[in-house]
């Protein structure tokens, strides 16, 4: 039998009669009620308890119509969740039984039969309570009492002598986007967000495992596995990894211990684009004469992350190694998929990351002001090859350091570094989003009357929690492999420029400073977190935002209260009108405002890709929303991709050809991201009327005819290639071939804006091929092709140029496509 069957045959037949077991007790039938109150209703763990009155009829569901408004009441109330559940001879006999709550949301006290165990003060920890003393055989009562943390903030916010900006929601350590962001409504909520359970244990546990990488080459990968144990008896054990066994002597009490473990040929984990994403099951089983007490998997993989700063002529590099290359980073930003953070399900985070992978990402942040994501998260990022750029929860605010606060924010850091740093895909930790900003950039100082201590300990405060407290935990709790630390994104704020030479920027000039696309070819920094710009949701999801009949115009009050920046139409409106005409039927609006936001994007994303290697890292502000909304991300609340996602899709292939166009010339650059060469490569121009006649057709060849990385061609003044008269009526068809004469990356490039182009109304022909496959085809040049339907596409709001043909692949079957073009909102 092969040695690693035998061993899970072992693993499995040894559990089965092992001294430790678990309950989960979310399942039991839990109730609620308002704490004022005497009636208990129905409730559900996991949960939340908007959740729970909306399943009891009590209030409309905050997403719809302009509900948001009726429900704020919910977050000055006190809430009491209670259950029952039995316990039997056999496992009160155990020697030790405890009680696990992995989320709780946020101030709360926990009683067992009548008796207060543990009071409560942070959503992102886990509380893990000794019981054996308090159960009894048969029926136990388990009640959970909130306190709302609305008023516990305002209490803790009286302790300080000064305001701080969004009082109080920096004293609470809870979710931060549940008080309102301008994405996002406020909706502060309360309950038992994540599992509750019993576990039962003899002997001795596992209380973690961490899998420290400490050298890795071709031929062998050193690790050592630290184990945490605890044990009733000091004595030999026997501790096995993948069923090699190790004796290890324990001491009574808590142990600490470290065993060296090989895996020879090593297969590295790649991000994506790069290679496979090999991963290795790490099982550990920890026995006494020969049974077995305890057991823990994880899964991990073998690579190298190296954050690189280096002084050159024009500031410091930031960038990230991978395996020993130099990686251009391609991604997002993460927000949490929904307000209701128990309704994301493993199928939510799977689908949003295969997004993430379809449209060629290799990194994702998870932004400051959300939550530690499910396991499910950093698993699909593990097996997608994402790598996590990991924010902790702190964002836009000035957070105390009290010693009570500090203590907390050290266990936080504890529970989520022994929770997540197995993970392959984990990158970066970074101590808060714009913080540091806040304090040096927002003005708040001035606004709330800061006397001149009230502003040092605001900086005393940051530095204390985001300059020791938060490194200092990582140090402690996180092997050497997994500690790379950043303490605050950006680095430094936008305006300065230090924000562009150095660290990582979040640039909205665009967007937040008005500035017109264009200023992004100039402003380009070394690494870009964050930037963005507003596009509406798909059709479907704006129907989404009404209990009954869509009322699709652009003053219902329904549609305006899903626009959460307080000036988001009009800035809309202004961009819109530079670049397109502005449509008054609402669907052609939808559509343009979804071009605008791909426009945008696309223009920054190319500014950063033609600037590698000074710039290595483009990160758009926003992948997802938490609500059907009018945001910056690029898949809506239902899961739909925007124009922006298929348009980012395309600017992140691995090679791209780009062209800059300045002072009447025309530069090219070859792009190519993969850790390989292309050689004997060469670029194709043709200049191409809206009809499709090829007016001239160039090659050019860069120097050493080889891509590595980047190459600039050389330039060509425009007036060699267009006259002024006709700008508006051709497009440049630019091909990048290798030595086969295989296309490796193609674009088209327009000379004038989108409303100024000549466009004449197109044929467009969709034939059905099969159920989910459609040809669409054209006579003439149909600029950002829309196709419409309750579908996926596997490409949407593309050109297609003069008498071509493009395959579209249907996620399902549809009776009938329909289609718009961007001729269709000139005329």
């Known amino acids: ?279 290795y099951d790490v099982n550990i089983l920890l026995q006494k004469d020969s049974k077995v007490i305890a057991e823990k998997s994880e899964r991990i993989g073998l690579r190298t992350i190296e954050l690189i700063q280096e002084k050159d002529e024009k500031g410091k590099s930031f960038y990230f190694k991978v395996n020993g290359n130099p990686i251009y980073a391609k991604g997002t930003n993460w927000i949490p998929s929904d307000s209701f953070t128990p309704r994301i399900t493993k199928e939510k985070y799977q689908k949003l990351i295969k997004d993430c992978k379809e449209a060629n990402m290799n990194m994702i942040r998870v932004w400051g002001g959300g939550i530690y994501e499910d396991d499910e998260f950093y698993k699909a990022c593990d097996e997608n090859g994402i790598l996590v750029w990991q924010d902790f929860m702190f964002a836009g605010s000035f957070y105390p350091s009290d010693e009570n606060f500090q203590k907390n924010v050290e266990l936080e850091v504890k529970d989520q570094i022994e929770r997540l740093q197995n993970h392959a895909s984990l990158a970066l930790w970074c101590g808060n989003n714009e913080v540091d900003e806040a304090i040096v950039n927002w003005g708040y100082q001035k606004q709330f009357k800061y006397s001149k201590e009230d502003s040092l300990q605001v900086w005393k405060d940051y530095k204390k929690i985001f300059h020791e407290v938060i490194p200092n935990a990582i140090k402690k709790y996180a092997t050497s492999d997994k500690s790379i630390y950043w303490p605050s994104s950006p680095s430094i704020g936008w305006g300065h420029k230090e924000s562009l030479t150095e660290g990582d920027s979040h640039y909205w000039g665009v967007w937040w400073g008005e500035q017109p696309f264009e200023i992004f070819n100039e402003k380009v920094p070394r690494f870009a977190s964050e930037y963005g710009f507003q596009g509406m949701p798909t059709l479907e999801t704006t129907k989404a935002m009404f209990s009954g009949t869509p009322d699709l115009s652009l003053q219902n009050g329904t549609i305006k209260a899903h626009e959460k920046h307080s000036r988001g139409w009009e800035i809309i409106d202004n961009y819109m009108k530079r670049d397109y005409n502005i449509p008054t039927d609402f669907v052609k609006y939808n559509y343009i405002s979804q071009l605008l936001q791909a426009r945008g994007m696309q223009i920054a994303i190319e500014a950063h890709r033609r600037a590698k290697p000074y710039n290595m890292g483009t990160l758009y502000w926003q992948l997802n929303d938490c609500w059907p909304v009018v945001s910056w991300s690029s898949i809506d609340y239902l899961g739909n991709w925007k124009a922006l996602h298929y348009q980012v899709k395309r600017s992140f292939e691995n090679q791209v050809i780009l062209t800059e166009e300045k002072n009447n010339v025309l530069d090219f650059y070859a792009i190519n991201d993969e850790p390989k060469k292309f050689e004997d490569v060469k670029v194709e121009i043709q200049v191409i009327d809206f009809n499709g006649k090829i007016l001239k057709d160039i090659t050019t060849v860069p120097d050493g005819k080889t891509l590595e990385k980047i190459v600039k061609l050389d330039p060509i003044e425009t007036d060699n290639l267009i006259s002024a008269s006709n700008k508006n009526e051709i497009f440049l068809k630019l091909a990048l071939k290798d030595k086969s004469e295989k296309i490796i990356a193609q674009n088209n490039y327009f000379f004038a804006k989108p409303k100024d182009l000549k466009l004449t109304k197109p044929t467009i022909k969709i034939k059905k091929i099969s159920a989910i496959e459609i040809e669409v085809s054209t006579d003439v040049l149909t600029k950002d092709v829309y196709l419409m339907g309750d579908t996926h596409f596997s490409d949407n709001f593309f050109d297609l140029l003069p008498k071509t043909t493009k395959i579209i692949t249907l996620s399902k079957p549809l009776e009938k496509v329909e289609v718009m073009s961007l001729f269709d909102t000139i005329n």
Do not use: C
Not at 175 to 186: C, I, N, S
Not at 191 to 215: M, P, R, S, Y
């Open 1 to 279: 039998m092969n040695k690693s069957i035998l061993f899970s045959f072992l693993f499995i037949q040894n559990i089965l009669f092992a001294q430790f077991s678990e309950r989960n007790l979310s399942s039991e039938k839990w109730q609620f009620k308002n704490a004022k109150e005497n009636k208990w209703l129905a409730a559900s763990v996991p949960g939340t308890v908007h959740l729970d009155l909306m399943n009891n009829k009590i209030i409309p569901d905050p997403y719809k119509d302009e509900n948001e408004k009726k429900v704020q009441w919910i977050e000055n109330e006190d809430w009491d969740y209670q259950t029952s559940f039995k316990i039997s001879p056999k496992e009160l006999a155990n020697q030790n039984i405890e009680l696990i709550f992995n989320g709780l949301d946020t101030f709360s006290e926990i009683y067992l039969n009548g008796k207060l165990l543990q009071t409560t003060d942070n959503m992102f920890r886990k509380w893990t309570i000794p019981v054996k003393q308090n159960l009894k055989i048969g029926e136990n009562s388990l009640q959970v009492k909130f306190k709302s943390a609305v008023d516990v903030g305002k209490e803790l916010a009286k302790k300080v002598p000064f305001t701080t900006p969004e009082s109080p929601r920096s004293y609470v350590r809870k979710a931060q986007y549940q008080f309102g962001w301008d994405w996002g409504p406020r909706l502060v909520t309360a309950g038992i967000w994540k599992d509750v359970k019993l576990n039962f244990w003899n002997n001795a546990k596992l209380n973690n495992i961490k899998v420290e990488q400490k050298t890795l080459t071709t031929q062998k990968a050193d690790l050592n596995i630290h184990a945490e144990i605890f044990t009733e008896k000091g004595g030999k054990y026997s501790f096995l990894i993948n069923g090699k066994s190790q004796n290890v002597d324990l001491k009574s009490g808590l142990n600490q211990v470290s065993i060296p473990y090989q895996i020879q040929n090593p297969k590295l984990w790649e991000p994506n684009g790069w290679g496979e994403q090999n991963l």
